[in-house]
């Protein structure tokens, strides 16, 4: 019988085929290129490119494709064939080392911000080397940036890649200050958790606003939701293990450790969580997950929702970004041991983190600034808009002690006693959890719990790799230059200390009372919606910092700017025009129609007894005439406000309007519509219900 191992990564072009299918000579400088960044010369690319086709036909790929990530937020790949004419007329199969290192997608028909003309068509995909290339369907799958005519990113995986470099740069020179001359390279390693909805695929196609948008515009709160906590943890119903089964062998072929499957709080909801791996190929794989679950389910009957918010009152669905540091020889540089009072270098690039989140937490807020994340940040599902670190009860002490310069004696390690003798003895860890925060340590790495579960993980991860950077960078350039590197060490960890430990908040993110204390206090952000979190992407500190590592370019930054902005209008402005064809052409409608049939059996009682008073029906009738006359109102002013927006050619401006005018009519139209759901017989209703889309999937 076929078990996991067996299988495991058999679609990927992997380090264990590399070295059996290339020669000696051509692997080591392919493992030189991953584990040290030297660049391929052509020849090796040849020969990879060679060994490459031969074993992708041998598993019956007839295609190859550069698959990249461009600014749309999802992947994009042009399928060409191996096959190129013989003399006798015939075909053989080709593949060259230029065809492998690059190709030539349109460049002007993706988001790019203003960086490219329609005219102007020209871009290139150039291979990751640092990605193993894979088999999807009959296609070889090349992981690849992609860029201009004139050499700008216009995707996600170029910027991501840079930020990798700059965080490996200085991280290099610190554990040089240290002593270590044998590290190669430092990685950021990455685990990102991902959350979504399964609902049927016979409810889904009855929803235009799922259809459409992703998430359901209308719907009013069923009569059991998330109340008895009973969903979280609990058992996985039939049709979806047999969809978690499909999924993880699909996942495992591709080489995605998929590790952790579990019924998530809200009904019909469920997470996903990989083994961690560096942050590009982590990048690449959750890419790939989001696509494959959604392949899957089709195959279930399914449809997998991967919006923030798809149900209001409910859940919404996040990505927890674990993130880590780690060298060459494996080391986990964010691990504490077992003194980390003692542990200098630890404490350093935790200081760096401390650092980095404070002086760049509006780019961690903008990193994970979309439409549908304005929906969930701030609930009590999510944390809140606000920036801030967990550290722990252990860890907040070391630095307290440090700060204070007061003798540190440690955390005693406590055993946890159930009162059942036989069951096991075990320490209780140091410190609790912090679900509510939205950077929180655990352990020996950061969980960025902020980002939405239909994002690309690439943006969260180039902001936080560039602004370790560029904490690092100046812990570098003052140690490199200190007399004493021992005193100069402990100033500038206390001095971090003391300069931001406002960042640091071990309570309920959830109370009001701290948003009112992070603000006002303490000076921290509260960028509640994208229109608020994205101009500061530009502030001059930030592009600084950005340009300065070679991350970005200005002009990069501006177009990174306009799509953000751009995608969040067409997003919304799809939403308000999806809600106003619905209410117009079928919900108004279908009240109308109920009220006339509750008219009908008003005039039959009549006619039966002339006595019968209908009130009933009546009172009915004219609470559903109300609303649909609201309906019908704030509809129409909904529509007004869509219009003054066509004659707005100025983003940022268009933004505003939809946050402050847009939305809050949006609102009002739901509330109308939801309420005339609990009026209106289910028979009547044209759409299936939260009830229905929450409970349906056996």
């Given at each position: 019988?076929?078990?996991?191992?067996?299988?495991?990564?058999?679609?990927?072009?992997?380090?264990?085929?590399?070295?059996?299918?290339?020669?000696?000579?051509?692997?080591?400088?392919?493992?030189?290129?991953?584990?040290?960044?030297?660049?391929?010369?052509?020849?090796?690319?040849?020969?990879?490119?060679?060994?490459?086709?031969?074993?992708?036909?041998?598993?019956?790929?007839?295609?190859?494709?550069?698959?990249?990530?461009?600014?749309?937020?999802?992947?994009?790949?042009?399928?060409?064939?191996?096959?190129?004419?013989?003399?006798?007329?015939?075909?053989?199969?080709?593949?060259?080392?230029?065809?492998?290192?690059?190709?030539?997608?349109?460049?002007?028909?993706?988001?790019?911000?203003?960086?490219?003309?329609?005219?102007?068509?020209?871009?290139?995909?150039?291979?990751?080397?640092?990605?193993?290339?894979?088999?999807?369907?009959?296609?070889?799958?090349?992981?690849?940036?992609?860029?201009?005519?004139?050499?700008?990113?216009?995707?996600?995986?170029?910027?991501?890649?840079?930020?990798?470099?700059?965080?490996?740069?200085?991280?290099?020179?610190?554990?040089?200050?240290?002593?270590?001359?044998?590290?190669?390279?430092?990685?950021?390693?990455?685990?990102?958790?991902?959350?979504?909805?399964?609902?049927?695929?016979?409810?889904?196609?009855?929803?235009?606003?799922?259809?459409?948008?992703?998430?359901?515009?209308?719907?009013?709160?069923?009569?059991?939701?998330?109340?008895?906590?009973?969903?979280?943890?609990?058992?996985?119903?039939?049709?979806?293990?047999?969809?978690?089964?499909?999924?993880?062998?699909?996942?495992?072929?591709?080489?995605?450790?998929?590790?952790?499957?579990?019924?998530?709080?809200?009904?019909?909801?469920?997470?996903?969580?990989?083994?961690?791996?560096?942050?590009?190929?982590?990048?690449?794989?959750?890419?790939?997950?989001?696509?494959?679950?959604?392949?899957?389910?089709?195959?279930?009957?399914?449809?997998?929702?991967?919006?923030?918010?798809?149900?209001?009152?409910?859940?919404?669905?996040?990505?927890?970004?674990?993130?880590?540091?780690?060298?060459?020889?494996?080391?986990?540089?964010?691990?504490?041991?077992?003194?980390?009072?003692?542990?200098?270098?630890?404490?350093?690039?935790?200081?760096?983190?401390?650092?980095?989140?404070?002086?760049?937490?509006?780019?961690?807020?903008?990193?994970?600034?979309?439409?549908?994340?304005?929906?969930?940040?701030?609930?009590?599902?999510?944390?809140?808009?606000?920036?801030?670190?967990?550290?722990?009860?252990?860890?907040?002490?070391?630095?307290?002690?440090?700060?204070?310069?007061?003798?540190?004696?440690?955390?005693?390690?406590?055993?946890?006693?159930?009162?059942?003798?036989?069951?096991?003895?075990?320490?209780?860890?140091?410190?609790?959890?912090?679900?509510?925060?939205?950077?929180?340590?655990?352990?020996?790495?950061?969980?960025?719990?902020?980002?939405?579960?239909?994002?690309?993980?690439?943006?969260?991860?180039i902001m936080l790799n560039a602004a370790v950077a560029e904490s690092l960078k100046i812990y570098a350039d003052r140690l490199e230059q200190a007399e004493n590197f021992e005193e100069r060490l402990h100033e500038m960890i206390r001095k971090t200390i003391q300069d931001h430990k406002r960042i640091i908040f071990n309570g309920n993110g959830y109370d009001g009372s701290w948003i009112k204390e992070?603000?006002?206090?303490?000076?921290?952000?509260?960028?509640?919606?994208?229109?608020?979190?994205?101009?500061?992407?530009?502030?001059?500190?930030?592009?600084?910092?950005?340009?300065?590592?070679?991350?970005?370019?200005?002009?990069?930054?501006?177009?990174?700017?306009?799509?953000?902005?751009?995608?969040?209008?067409?997003?919304?402005?799809?939403?308000?025009?999806?809600?106003?064809?619905?209410?117009?052409?079928?919900?108004?409608?279908?009240?109308?129609?109920?009220?006339?049939?509750?008219?009908?059996?008003?005039?039959?009682?009549?006619?039966?007894?002339?006595?019968?008073?209908?009130?009933?029906?009546?009172?009915?009738?004219?609470?559903?005439?109300?609303?649909?006359?609201?309906?019908?109102?704030?509809?129409?002013?909904?529509?007004?406000?869509?219009?003054?927006?066509?004659?707005?050619?100025?983003?940022?401006?268009a933004s505003l309007i939809i946050r402050d005018q847009l939305l809050q009519k949006m609102g009002k139209l739901r509330i109308a519509c939801d309420e005339a759901e609990t009026l209106t017989a289910k028979s009547w209703w044209p759409y299936p219900t939260y009830s229905d889309l929450l409970f349906s999937v056996k």
């Open positions: 019988m076929e078990t996991v191992k067996d299988y495991f990564g058999s679609s990927v072009f992997d380090d264990r085929k590399m070295k059996a299918c290339l020669p000696a000579e051509v692997y080591k400088a392919m493992r030189k290129t991953i584990d040290e960044g030297k660049t391929l010369n052509p020849d090796v690319a040849d020969a990879v490119a060679a060994a490459m086709k031969e074993w992708a036909v041998s598993e019956g790929a007839t295609h190859y494709t550069h698959w990249f990530q461009p600014l749309n937020g999802i992947t994009a790949e042009k399928h060409d064939s191996f096959i190129s004419p013989s003399p006798d007329g015939g075909v053989i199969m080709e593949f060259s080392g230029k065809e492998l290192i690059k190709g030539e997608p349109d460049a002007s028909s993706f988001p790019n911000g203003g960086l490219r003309a329609t005219f102007e068509a020209r871009g290139y995909t150039a291979w990751d080397p640092t990605s193993y290339a894979f088999i999807k369907g009959n296609t070889l799958c090349i992981p690849t940036a992609f860029c201009s005519y004139g050499g700008e990113a216009l995707d996600k995986k170029t910027p991501l890649l840079r930020s990798m470099e700059a965080l490996n740069r200085q991280a290099l020179r610190i554990l040089r200050l240290f002593g270590n001359t044998k590290v190669k390279s430092v990685r950021s390693c990455v685990g990102a958790e991902q959350e979504y909805f399964l609902i049927t695929e016979e409810m889904y196609e009855k929803r235009p606003d799922l259809k459409f948008t992703g998430r359901t515009l209308f719907g009013a709160k069923p009569p059991k939701s998330q109340e008895m906590d009973d969903h979280y943890f609990g058992a996985i119903k039939p049709g979806v293990a047999c969809f978690m089964k499909d999924l993880n062998e699909e996942l495992w072929k591709l080489g995605i450790m998929a590790k952790t499957e579990h019924n998530e709080v809200a009904p019909s909801q469920h997470e996903l969580a990989p083994v961690y791996t560096t942050a590009n190929i982590a990048t690449d794989h959750n890419q790939l997950t989001m696509e494959i679950m959604q392949r899957v389910a089709s195959k279930h009957g399914l449809v997998c929702l991967l919006h923030e918010k798809p149900f209001a009152g409910v859940n919404g669905s996040g990505k927890h970004n674990n993130w880590s540091l780690a060298t060459d020889a494996g080391q986990n540089l964010l691990s504490p041991g077992d003194t980390p009072y003692e542990n200098a270098q630890f404490l350093l690039f935790l200081c760096a983190v401390i650092k980095a989140v404070d002086d760049y937490q509006d780019l961690l807020r903008v990193s994970v600034a979309t439409a549908g994340n304005d929906h969930r940040l701030g609930a009590n599902e999510a944390p809140p808009a606000v920036v801030s670190i967990f550290l722990g009860d252990e860890l907040t002490a070391v630095l307290a002690a440090i700060e204070k310069e007061t003798p540190y004696s440690g955390t005693e390690k406590k055993q946890m006693k159930l009162g059942v003798d036989v069951l096991p003895k075990f320490n209780r860890d140091t410190t609790d959890r912090n679900r509510t925060s939205p950077f929180a340590f655990t352990g020996n790495k950061f969980e960025f719990r902020m980002l939405g579960s239909s994002n690309s993980i690439a943006c969260a991860n992070a603000t006002e206090k303490r000076g921290l952000l509260n960028l509640r919606t994208t229109p608020d979190a994205v101009p500061h992407l530009l502030d001059r500190k930030n592009v600084r910092m950005l340009v300065d590592h070679g991350i970005f370019t200005e002009e990069e930054l501006k177009s990174r700017y306009e799509i953000t902005l751009e995608n969040y209008c067409k997003t919304v402005t799809i939403e308000a025009n999806t809600m106003t064809a619905m209410a117009k052409t079928q919900i108004i409608p279908a009240i109308n129609a109920y009220t006339a049939d509750l008219a009908r059996s008003a005039n039959a009682k009549k006619i039966l007894d002339a006595d019968i008073s209908c009130s009933y029906e009546i009172k009915l009738i004219k609470k559903l005439t109300c609303l649909t006359e609201r309906m019908a109102m704030e509809a129409e002013e909904l529509e007004q406000v869509l219009l003054t927006l066509h004659d707005i050619d100025e983003t940022e401006k």
